[in-house]
């Protein structure tokens, strides 16, 4: 037995390429001495350039992403004790989404992000964890919110280069 239920009308099915804007950033990193370190970057997107027919028929707005943040390692000797040697690291994120409300008012997005990097391999790569919490849209302005809680895990790996 086969059933098939239907609530309103068929959607018409076609095949089409999606087409993304043309999206570049801009970054500028700081680095006091071996242990402080601050940074800054931008990162834009055009996604006015795209005709709404050509993207789900959905109206969509440029957007961009600000964000700066620092971090701080207390030693790097490679013999110095293992908390010494942890990379800790707080930033802030303040982006704006292609949507927009009823007004024309744009979605935005802001995080606050820590985390921490666990050294190895003599200093050169690390294990790094970050967390991220923060807002997305306004109930007041869009009817939905939403807390954002996000883990992120990177292993990054190194080498020394033009070392005898």
Same mark, same amino acid.
């Given at each position: 037995t086969r059933r098939t239920f239907q609530f309103?009308?068929?959607?018409?099915?076609?095949?089409?390429?999606?087409?993304?804007?043309?999206?570049?950033?801009? =970054?500028?990193?700081? +680095?006091? %001495?071996?242990?402080?370190?601050?940074?800054?970057?931008? !990162?834009?997107? #055009?996604?006015?350039?795209?005709?709404?027919?050509?993207?789900l028929a959905?109206?969509?707005?440029?957007?961009y992403r600000l964000g700066a943040g620092f971090a701080y390692t207390p030693s790097?000797?490679?013999l110095a004790g293992f908390f010494s040697r942890v990379t800790y690291r707080l930033g802030f994120t303040s982006s704006t989404l292609p949507y927009v409300n009823?007004? =024309?008012e744009q979605? +935005?997005? %802001?995080?606050?992000?820590?985390?921490?990097?666990?050294? !190895?391999?003599? #200093?050169i790569s690390k294990l790094d964890f970050g967390f991220e919490y923060g807002k997305r849209g306004s109930l007041d302005k869009f009817g939905a919110e939403e807390n954002i809680f996000r883990f992120v895990?990177?292993?990054?790996?190194?080498?020394?280069?033009?070392?005898r």
């Open positions: 309103g009308e068929e959607t018409e099915k076609r095949l089409s390429d999606l087409k993304l804007p043309f999206s570049h950033g801009y =970054g500028i990193d700081f +680095t006091a %001495n071996p242990r402080f370190r601050a940074g800054v970057d931008l !990162f834009l997107q #055009n996604w006015s350039a795209i005709d709404p027919e050509d993207f959905a109206e969509v707005n440029n957007t790097t000797e490679v009823a007004a =024309g979605a +935005t997005e %802001n995080l606050l992000t820590f985390g921490f990097g666990i050294p !190895f391999n003599f #200093n895990l990177a292993i990054t790996g190194g080498e020394r280069w033009f070392a």
